[in-house]
């Protein structure tokens, strides 16, 4: 059980350049995220997807187009990268339920614009 | 929508001392409260949560309070030690949604 697995690790980019980070779950889960994270600006939300065939924006979506590619992947596109849009991403998904809302996160990408 | 702030943004106590963090939020619906650590390099993880019908939780050394009359909750670390430090980040939930409103964080920092 690897829980929550993303790729790659580290990637640098030059601007304009794309790139699509990757990310899969073996859990089950039916809710998907991709949130950015930056120094003093804790965990912002790009999008979400709350079960397979769904997506929506999150609070920081400018610039990102993801894909729920099927249950278990959920991808997160940047078609022409910016130096604002260097930051760690993190990929969770989502164990619901009456009294509890955890969120599973993958291990990062930490992504350089240049 | 949902707006959680969280102070302090740093905290640094003496091994052995308490420390406690503050978030307060601003949707009257929310009614789900975790908190996450977060080591350095590391990715967030669950540590303890609450919901609105409890106003206290405790799991040995760390304890939760919630006041959903002044829509705030906390984090208490009691006795310390050097594994404590890392980021705590809070988080709020409205009621039916499946999102997380996570806090700025804080940076704990225990001294030996």
């Known amino acids: 059980n690897a829980g929550v697995t993303q790729t790659p690790k580290f990637q640098v980019l030059k601007t304009g350049q794309s790139m699509t980070l990757q990310c899969a779950q073996d859990?089950?889960?039916?809710?998907m995220y991709w949130y950015r994270q930056d120094p003093g600006m804790g965990l912002r939300l790009i999008y979400y997807s709350a079960s397979e065939g769904t997506t929506d924006k999150g609070e920081v979506p400018n610039g990102y187009n993801v894909s729920r590619l099927n249950k278990r992947e959920f991808s997160l596109r940047l078609e022409s990268a910016a130096p604002s849009q260097t930051s760690v991403y993190f990929c969770?998904?989502?164990?619901?339920?009456?009294?509890?809302?955890?969120?599973?996160f993958g291990p990062g990408t930490r992504l350089t614009v240049l | 929508g949902e707006n959680v702030e969280q102070h302090p943004s740093t905290l640094s106590v003496q091994e052995g001392d308490s420390a406690v963090i503050k978030c307060t939020y601003s949707d009257s619906a929310s009614n789900y409260f975790p908190w996450y650590k977060q080591e350095l390099g590391k990715r967030p993880q669950l540590i303890i949560d609450?919901?609105?019908?409890?106003g206290e939780k405790k799991d040995q050394r760390i304890a939760v309070t919630l006041n959903k009359t002044a829509k705030h909750f906390s984090l208490h670390i009691t006795e310390t030690q050097p594994e404590d430090s890392a980021v705590y980040f809070c988080a709020a939930s409205p009621d039916g949604a499946n999102n997380l409103f996570f806090g700025t964080g804080t940076r704990l920092t225990v001294i030996p």
């Open positions: 609450i919901r609105s019908n409890v």
């Open positions: 969770a998904s989502n164990r619901q339920g009456w009294s509890y809302n955890e969120q599973f």
């Open positions: 859990m089950n889960h039916n809710s």
